[in-house]
Each structure stands twice: as structure tokens, then as C-alpha cells.
Nanobody, 115 residues
């Protein structure tokens, strides 16, 4: 059974940085694609970034050059480094683990960018 636990959210001023972490249980982590999604108030959930088991990354256009996704297969963790944060980055951020046709989700962590 896969369980995902996010951490690292919080309140930050525009232009600031935050690092989100996702700790995963189970033994399929290294062969899963890990992703970060977000849902802003009144909006649908959207893809932020993904990293495959082969370390291939993919980013939403809105975060390219500002966010970096990474993973540590030895520790079963995935991270999202967020720099140059903007108010429009405010959302609940969710960690996702995808293996074949199965999707697993964390509980989400709030990121608020405000002065």
C-alpha cells in the first residue's frame, strides 16, 4: 500500500522560496513517476511538475525556470524547490505517485504567497 505525506508548505512573501517534500511508503517508488499538482481556490487541479523513474522532468509553462522537481530513490522522497514565488502560485500542493494505471495522492500542503 502506497502512502504519501507532504511537508514544507507555508506562508512566503512574493519573490521568496519554499521547498516541498513528499515521503512515500511502499516498494514501487523507484519505478513510479512522481508528480506535483496544485489546486488554487476556485480553480481545477493542475499539473505543476513530474519526474519519471528515469529522471525525465516535465514542467507547466507557468513554473518553468522557477521550480525544480527532484527525487531520491534511496530515501523514497520527491521534492519541489520553488523559487521566485508569485501570488498566483498560492494553492494546495499535492504529491502524486503514478505506477502503471494506479494513482496515489498525498493529503496536500498549503502554499500561500502574500505580502
Amino acid at each position: 500500500q502506497v502512502q504519501l505525506v507532504e511537508s514544507g508548505g507555508g506562508l512566503v512573501q512574493p519573490g521568496g522560496s519554499l521547498r516541498l517534500s513528499c515521503a512515500a511508503s511502499g516498494n514501487i517508488f523507484s519505478i513510479s513517476t512522481m508528480g506535483w499538482y496544485r489546486r488554487a481556490p476556485g480553480k481545477e487541479r493542475e499539473l505543476v511538475a513530474t519526474i519519471s523513474g528515469a529522471y525525465i522532468t516535465n514542467y507547466a509553462d507557468s513554473v518553468k525556470g522557477r521550480f525544480t522537481v527532484s527525487r531520491d530513490n534511496a530515501k523514497n522522497t520527491a521534492s519541489l524547490q520553488m523559487n521566485s514565488l508569485k501570488p498566483e502560485d498560492t494553492a494546495v500542493y499535492y504529491c502524486n505517485q503514478r505506477f502503471r494505471y494506479a494513482d496515489y495522492w498525498g493529503q496536500g500542503t498549503q502554499v500561500t504567497v502574500s505580502s
